[in-house]
């Protein structure tokens, strides 16, 4: 393209995502079509091309509206994401320069910026001078680097064992079997009545694995667990694993950015003795996908578990202090990830992070005394970092099980096609349960109040 074509559709570009920003109030959180109303766009790839402008126009119109909008402030479903407009440019930028941050040779400058985010986490999180890591996709491939830490740290060993809470994320299962794990020995230890892992019954599982010839690589604690927020009794579990000789994981994806806050490093109080943690700046960080970071206490330990010498690679080696990404994880080619962050905390300094972390536990903790006072709502769980669970289940109603379950199923389906807001769902101690994840840096008390009126009135009508 020529240079003035390209700016045109630059700009074109750029306004079509700040009308998006700025009307998202006043849209729906979710709009989604079936498979059949969208089958129309499976044709085959034309022969000849067509102007850029309206390509651009087509993709806007027929594809892109068809989301979940994670960044609206009433989207309360999930995990959602609301980025900022530097991290936005960031990713337009970092794409533009097409970096690669393989190793240092390819990539200084990028290499030193990832290496000053990855050091800026490290200290958020009270982790020692020693520690290191690199930025990935998100916490599944942080948990996937972290289990090929462990399991290189433990030997190798033939009849390997993980252990984690039945509150965990499922990425960190399926990382555990991706590095080997037999199904039957990735162990679901179960959780207390506040949903944090039950530190008897894990002594108990390992105790027997190792009775029947098995060997611990790793316990995975939650900083945050997805449905509840809840979090793992992290400092007796280092202790533990201290004791045992067992790596311990931390799965802060959603929950670790709380460290940046007073109350929030209280709630993760021992996450800096653990030897990995994984987080996602994407979530409670404010940037665009993908974001995620993985850090262990020592650097040392993913190089001697990712590196490999290879012949056509020999030219990155660059000396001493020179790290090379590639050596650290998974991947070789590599997006510069780490410029959104250091973009996004320049313009706006860690004091606005620092607000916008406190805004969502605040709106969460707001949100429980809301359901309290309900006639209407009962808790479920108390408010844990941005999270808040709860059903439909009137004072005095005498309803079982089975009748809430499906009161509650109807009320989520209304709020899903009827209301603007969006919310997911989940299960609390077997019990269906609405859910909302308060993280967005736009969302007022009002959009949290409204949605929970919302829930009400439906919850009632189905009453009725």
């Given at each position: 393209?020529?240079?003035?074509?390209?700016?045109?559709?630059?700009r074109?570009?750029?306004?079509?995502?700040?009308?998006?920003?700025?009307?998202?109030?006043?849209?729906?959180?979710?709009?989604?079509?079936?498979?059949?109303?969208?089958?129309?766009?499976?044709?085959?790839?034309?022969?000849?091309?067509?102007?850029?402008?309206?390509?651009?126009?087509?993709?806007?119109?027929?594809?892109?509206?068809?989301t979940?909008?994670?960044?609206?402030?009433?989207?309360?479903?999930?995990?959602?994401?609301?980025?900022?407009?530097?991290?936005?440019?960031?990713?337009?930028?970092?794409?533009?320069?097409?970096?690669?941050?393989?190793?240092?040779?390819?990539a200084?400058?990028?290499s030193?910026?990832?290496?000053?985010?990855?050091?800026?986490?490290?200290?958020?999180?009270?982790?020692?001078?020693?520690?290191?890591?690199?930025?990935?996709?998100?916490?599944?491939?942080?948990?996937?680097?972290?289990?090929?830490?462990?399991?290189?740290?433990a030997?190798?060993?033939?009849?390997?064992?993980?252990?984690?809470?039945?509150?965990?994320?499922?990425?960190?299962?399926?990382?555990?079997?991706?590095?080997?794990?037999?199904?039957?020995?990735?162990?679901?230890?179960?959780?207390?009545?506040?949903?944090?892992?039950?530190?008897e019954?894990?002594?108990?599982?390992?105790?027997?694995?190792?009775?029947?010839?098995?060997?611990p690589?790793?316990?995975?604690?939650?900083?945050?667990?997805?449905?509840?927020?809840?979090?793992?009794?992290?400092?007796?579990?280092?202790?533990?694993?201290e004791?045992?000789?067992?790596?311990?994981?931390?799965?802060?994806?959603y929950?670790?950015?709380?460290?940046?806050?007073?109350?929030?490093?209280?709630?993760?109080?021992?996450?800096?003795?653990?030897?990995?943690?994984?987080?996602?700046?994407?979530?409670?960080?404010f940037?665009?996908?993908?974001?995620?970071?993985?850090?262990?206490?020592?650097?040392?330990?993913?190089?001697?578990?990712?590196?490999?010498?290879?012949?056509?690679?020999q030219?990155?080696?660059?000396?001493a202090?020179?790290?090379?990404f590639?050596?650290?994880?998974?991947?070789?080619?590599r997006?510069?990830?780490?410029?959104?962050?250091?973009?996004?905390?320049?313009?706006?300094?860690?004091?606005?992070?620092?607000?916008?972390?406190?805004?969502?536990?605040?709106?969460?903790?707001?949100?429980?005394?809301?359901?309290?006072?309900?006639?209407?709502?009962?808790?479920?769980?108390?408010?844990?970092?941005?999270?808040?669970?709860?059903?439909?289940?009137?004072?005095?109603?005498?309803?079982d099980?089975?009748?809430?379950?499906?009161?509650?199923?109807?009320?989520?389906?209304?709020?899903?096609?009827?209301?603007?807001?969006?919310?997911?769902?989940?299960?609390?101690?077997?019990?269906?349960?609405?859910?909302?994840?308060?993280?967005?840096?736009?969302?007022t008390?009002?959009?949290?109040?409204?949605?929970?009126?919302?829930?009400?009135?439906?919850?009632?009508?189905?009453?009725?």
């Open positions: 393209m020529a240079p003035e074509e390209m700016l045109a559709l630059a074109e570009t750029a306004e079509v995502l700040v009308e998006r920003i700025a009307n998202l109030p006043s849209e729906r959180a979710w709009e989604g079509e079936f498979k059949e109303g969208l089958d129309h766009l499976m044709v085959e790839p034309p022969e000849h091309g067509s102007p850029a402008a309206d390509v651009l126009r087509r993709a806007t119109r027929d594809i892109l509206p068809l979940l909008r994670l960044d609206h402030p009433r989207c309360f479903g999930f995990v959602p994401s609301s980025p900022t407009w530097p991290g936005v440019l960031a990713d337009f930028i970092a794409a533009g320069y097409n970096a690669n941050t393989i190793s240092w040779l390819v200084s400058g990028p030193q910026i990832e290496l000053v985010v990855v050091d800026w986490m490290r200290r958020w999180l009270g982790y020692p001078g020693s520690a290191g890591g690199l930025m990935t996709s998100g916490g599944s491939a942080a948990a996937l680097d972290a289990f090929v830490a462990a399991r290189e740290a030997g190798n060993p033939e009849r390997a064992a993980v252990y984690m809470s039945d509150q965990s994320h499922s990425a960190q299962i399926r990382a555990a079997r991706i590095v080997g794990v037999r199904p039957e020995c990735v162990r679901r230890v179960t959780s207390d009545a506040h949903f944090r892992l039950d530190m019954a894990l002594a108990d599982a390992v105790a027997g694995d190792r009775a029947a010839g098995l060997h690589i790793a316990v995975c604690a939650n900083a945050g667990a997805g449905s509840t927020g809840a979090i793992d009794p992290l400092e007796p579990m280092a202790d533990y694993c004791a045992e000789n067992i790596w311990m994981h931390v799965d802060a994806a929950g670790g950015f709380a460290a940046l806050t007073q109350k929030g490093r209280k709630l993760l109080k021992g996450i800096e003795r653990a030897d990995s943690i994984g987080l996602d700046a994407h979530k409670w960080f940037q665009p996908y993908e974001a995620g970071c993985l850090l262990v206490k020592n650097a040392e330990t993913l190089e001697h578990a990712f590196r490999v010498p290879h012949d056509m690679l030219d990155s080696v660059w000396g202090n020179h790290p090379n590639s050596d650290r994880g998974l991947q070789h080619s997006l510069f990830r780490a410029l959104k962050i250091w973009m996004s905390v320049q313009t706006f300094g860690m004091a606005a992070f620092r607000r916008a972390v406190s805004l969502g536990m605040e709106l969460a903790s707001r949100a429980e005394d809301y359901i309290s006072a309900s006639a209407v709502l009962e808790g479920m769980t108390r408010a844990s970092l941005g999270i808040v669970c709860f059903r439909v289940n009137p004072t005095g109603g005498g309803l099980e089975a009748s809430l379950d499906a009161i509650n199923r109807k009320v989520l389906s209304r709020v899903f096609w009827e209301d603007r807001a969006f919310m997911s769902s989940t299960l609390v101690a077997r019990r269906f349960a609405l859910r909302m994840c308060i993280l967005n840096h736009t969302t008390w009002d959009d949290v109040r409204e949605t929970l009126e919302a829930a009400e009135r439906f919850g009632t009508e189905a009453l009725a």
